[in-house]
């Protein structure tokens, strides 16, 4: 729910930029290549550190309400998930879009992210693929890093 509600307002607050000024679309592409760049460096560069990984107790009664909202905040609160959604809309949108087409990307959005944080939270919850991750961390987070910032350059260079 995060997700979608960050990236609705990265795609209200690109639509009503580029349609009150048009030259911010070059300044936006760049600045925002540049950022994903950036950010793409910093998890390459840190993915030799390792991860502390504190044992927790799973209670048996769960609040399910108390855990929307936790991570619902969490996720509302990290500035760059909404600064990714608005680069990657910015180098991948077209400039005008229908209805139809925001709303199927807010649902695509949506089913990507929950899908996602179901995959790994299941997945990373079992001893065995959460040691496989720690052992292959740098590998992968270089990886992924990487992809960020060949993202960033290809924002960049379609900037012209």
Known sequence: MGGALLALAALLGLQGVLLALPVLFIALKVLGGIDLAY?????????????????????????LRRSLLLGLTTQVSNPKTSIVYTSVFAAFMPRT??????????????????????????????????????????????????????LGIKLVASAR
Not at 39 to 63: H, K, M, Y
Not at 114 to 120: D, H, K, L, R, S
Not at 121 to 150: F, H, I, N
């Open 97 to 150: 879009q229908s209805l139809a087409f925001d709303i199927l990307l807010l649902a695509c959005v949506f089913c990507i992210e929950a899908n996602w944080y179901a995959i790994v939270a299941v997945v990373l919850s079992s001893e065995k693929p959460r040691t496989t991750y720690l052992r292959y961390k740098q590998w992968l987070d270089r990886a992924a890093g990487g992809v960020m910032m060949a």
């Open 39 to 63: 950010l793409g460096f910093n998890i390459w560069r840190g993915a030799a550190e390792p991860l502390q990984i504190a044992a927790t107790e799973v209670s048996g009664e769960r609040n």
